[in-house]
């Protein structure tokens, strides 16, 4: 099994570039998160979904931030128009029913 | 809504010393995590604890869940240089994580 896969691993933007992160998670997980990383703030929750559906996404920090999920095998992160502010690690990570998390290797973003 | 706290942020050990890092939240748990994240790494699962003052091993690892569900802790025995990371805790199905606890080990 290849684990979470995202893409791209690294990606530097210019301040109010749109970009796009992608998620693949583990073949038969039911659940997907996306986490935003910094030093500042930790691993922060940003939206989670249940059978590829939004169930909950109040840690999306506002409207630059939107994510979909349109099949049990695919997810993006979109960040429209991006701000330096928003550079961090982005992890996405998928698990079963009632079992732990696998986290992807994630993806650094620098916007300049 | 749910907040997880962790103490200390960071804890700087002699390699041979113990380590023990505390998750404390502000709510019952159903369930709590640990997590292990290297540096420049992703966090990695190393246990899950779900029962009221349940107690598991996993070599020099001990984890703790606390009698009410609010509290957990993280004991290292006689650290190795390969414990060096940031180990999180994190609670029910959302998985609150706290801001975690860097390990650093001087060898």
């Known amino acids: 099994d290849a684990g979470v896969i995202q893409s791209p691993r690294h990606e530097v933007t210019e301040m109010g570039q749109e970009v796009t992160l992608r998620c693949k998670p583990i073949?038969?997980?039911?659940?997907l998160f996306w986490y935003r990383q910094t030093m500042m703030r930790g691993l922060e929750l940003l939206i989670y979904?249940?059978?590829?559906?939004?169930?909950?996404d109040s840690g999306m920090p506002e409207d630059r931030f939107s994510a979909k999920m349109p099949n049990a095998s695919f997810s993006t992160l979109k960040i429209q128009p991006s701000e330096p502010r928003d550079s961090a690690v982005y992890f996405c990570?998928?698990?079963?029913?009632?079992?732990?998390?696998?986290f992807g290797p994630g993806t650094r973003l620098t916007v300049l | 809504g749910q907040q997880v706290m962790q103490i200390p942020q960071y804890q700087h050990v002699q390699e041979g010393e113990d380590f023990t890092t505390y998750c404390n939240s502000s709510t019952t748990l159903s369930n709590i995590q640990w997590y292990k994240q290297r540096p420049g790494g992703h966090p990695v699962f190393l246990i899950q604890l779900v029962k009221s003052g349940e107690v598991k091993k996993q070599k020099r690892l001990t984890f703790q869940f606390g009698e009410a569900k609010k509290n957990s802790s993280l004991h290292i025995t006689a650290t190795q240089t390969t414990d060096v990371g940031t180990y999180f805790c994190a609670g029910n199905y959302k998985l609150t994580f706290g801001k975690g606890t860097l390990l650093t080990v001087n060898p």
């Open positions: 979904f249940n059978n590829n559906v939004p169930i909950d």
């Open positions: 990570a998928s698990r079963p029913l009632d079992r732990e998390q696998f």
């Open positions: 073949s038969g997980h039911n659940s």
